[in-house]
């Protein structure tokens, strides 16, 4: 069962990689790759049952983390730069 | 100091049961570093009862239950709408009110409502969010204000 | 470890598995971007719990146990902030919700620009 379900997690990636080259826009594209960030985080603490070594899962803890912190700046920076752009205009 | 005091024991548990080691080197460091955390925490003035909210600790578990209740439900009804065929989802943009004084409390609402799947809060003002739902009857749901009330109750 | 808890794992997985194939399917079905963000949803709070608790069930020590709850409540803090980031900064971007036919037919609260 767990190595089904590490190959559904990697299905799930495949579909938000999908997404994330098609995405008619740029936020389709950061949903995509916060969707795949946190599979990530599943996939890495499915394998480290898999393997048997519990250590993976401190990886696992800091994915997470780097990968929220990557989505909020990610948007921030669209905001600076619509926030450049008001400047600009006015 | 009250609340610096939580802070430098939640962080002391945080540093115990992620490290897995107990010998006196580890065990100085973790110590370190929690002085060192507590004392950035002190002089970037951050913490109060709006970061380290102690007044709600014993009312969450119940208002917590309830949410992993709602996040069932709200989870059935989506997977009903992806797995069915046709037209499952009719989209409704609404203004909601925000009857919360505390940040807290409005920032537990409004992750509440994202928390539970068909429900999003697109934007915060000073009085309303600004709400999408996947279907009129979670709009319904939400403008009933059972979930407000409950984090009203929070307050006080 | 008993054959009890490994069948409960087994179960956790297999209805997290679901899940997360549901949430993929809602990723591709949905017509427009806020949809889609409802599909994400399904993925993140209610499949990745079950999955954690499915790799909970299976291990008997109480290390990795912690940290599987501690990623089960980081994930569970971060992603309505990160879902919300998202849509707030895509509405200000100028992206409307859409309804089934692609059509920009969903009505709009009228205090809105």
Redesign the interface.
């Known amino acids: ?2 190595s ?2 590490i190959i ?2 990697l ?2 990636m495949l ?2 990689l ?2 994330a080259f098609t995405g008619p ?1 740029v ?2 594209r ?2 995509a790759a ?2 795949f960030g ?2 990530t ?2 996939l890495i ?2 394998i ?2 898999l393997l048997g070594s ?1 250590d993976y ?2 990886i ?2 800091i994915y ?2 780097i990968n ?1 912190i990557s ?2 700046g990610v ?1 921030r920076v ?2 600076i730069r ?1 926030e450049r752009r008001q400047a600009g205009a006015e | 100091m009250r609340y610096s005091l939580a802070m430098a024991g939640f962080l002391a548990i945080f540093w115990l049961a992620n490290s897995g080691h107990y010998s006196g080197l580890l065990l100085g460091l973790g110590a370190l570093s929690v002085l060192v955390v507590s004392w950035i925490s002190h002089r970037m003035d951050v913490v109060d009862h709006e970061s380290i909210p102690l007044h709600l600790l014993f009312k969450l578990p119940r208002y917590l239950l309830w949410l992993v209740g709602q996040i069932f439900l709200s989870n059935l009804d989506l997977v009903r709408r992806v797995w069915r065929p046709g037209t499952p989802i009719d989209p409704v943009v609404a203004r909601v009110p925000l009857p919360q004084d505390s940040d807290v409390c409005r920032v537990v609402y409004a992750n509440s409502i994202n928390l539970t799947p068909g429900t999003l809060t697109i934007d915060m003002e000073q009085d309303s969010l600004l709400i999408h739902t996947l279907s009129r009857e979670g709009m319904d749901a939400l403008q009933e204000g059972e979930m407000a009330r409950r984090v009203t109750a929070l307050e006080q | 470890m008993s054959t009890l808890w490994l069948w409960a794992s087994d179960a956790c997985l297999l209805i997290g598995s679901f899940l997360l194939l549901t949430g993929a399917l809602g990723f591709l079905r949905f017509p427009d971007f806020y949809a889609r963000i409802h599909a994400c949803g399904v993925t993140e709070t209610l499949a990745t719990g079950f999955v954690l608790l499915g790799l909970l069930l299976r291990s008997d020590d109480a290390m990795p146990q912690v940290k599987l709850v501690l990623i089960l409540l980081f994930v569970l803090f971060s992603s309505p902030t990160a879902s919300h980031a998202l849509a707030k900064a895509a509405w200000n971007a100028g992206v409307r919700p859409r309804d089934n036919s692609g059509k920009r037919r969903v009505s709009l609260p009228h205090t809105d620009p």
């Open positions: 069962m767990l089904f379900t559904v997690i299905l799930v579909v938000a999908a997404r826009n936020f389709d950061v949903l916060n969707l946190t599979k985080v599943l603490a499915a480290s049952y519990p899962l401190d696992a803890v997470a983390l929220y989505v909020i948007l669209t905001e619509r």
